[in-house]
């Protein structure tokens, strides 16, 4: 999992990590967005771990809390998102 950022009107993510296989960092996600005719209007991170079988488990609650801030610490002035 890596940084994810807005540049001007484009949305730039740097890597979603292995989304179906094991790691020896299992955060993960799934990254949702919204495009117009101009570019990406919206997105949204959904996070996820991978777990003993290499397959990504959603997160919810403080656990997803806990990813979000990792990714929002990622990149230079990324934020939560």
Known sequence: LQGLQTRGQSLINYSLGNFVWYS?????????????PSGPTGHQFSPAR?????TPQPLTGQAAKNVLDHLASLAPGAGRC
Request: aromatic fraction near 0%.
């Open 50 to 54: 991978i777990d003993d079988t290499g």
């Open 24 to 36: 020896p960092t299992p955060e993960t996600g799934l990254l949702s967005v919204d495009l117009g």
